[in-house]
Nanobody
């Protein structure tokens, strides 16, 4: 049973930075593709970034490309999302997810964390 726990969310001013972490347990971390999605109340969960098993392949939503960086440490069973130059429209609950294949839709993933709130003030 895969278990994911996000941390690192908070309140930051526009232009600031945050780094989210997601601790993975319950299975072989390096066998999983790891992703980040975000959701605003009343809207569908939105793809942010994904990283393949060894970290050699990454994909980003156009809205975060050049500002966010996804990375993983397979020795620590952890995936990160470095968020720079944050904008008010980045405000959302950010979810970590694990899956078997690289996908940009939430239906492509089986396991999810509880989410961490990111709020960007203008």
């Amino acid at each position: 049973q895969v278990h994911l726990v996000e941390s690192g969310g908070g309140l930051v001013q526009a232009g600031g930075s945050l780094r989210l972490s997601c601790a993975f347990s319950g299975s072989a971390f390096s066998s999983y593709v790891m992703g980040w999605f975000r959701q605003v109340v009343g809207k569908e969960r939105e793809f942010v970034a994904v990283i393949a098993w060894t970290g050699g392949i990454t994909y980003y939503a156009d809205s975060v490309k050049g500002r966010f960086t996804i990375a993983r440490d397979n020795a620590k069973n952890t995936v990160y999302l470095q968020m720079n130059n944050l904008k008010p429209e980045d405000t959302a609950v950010y979810y970590c997810t694990a899956g078997r294949f690289v996908r940009s839709t939430s239906s492509g993933y089986d396991d999810w964390g509880q989410g961490t709130q990111v709020t960007v003030s203008s």
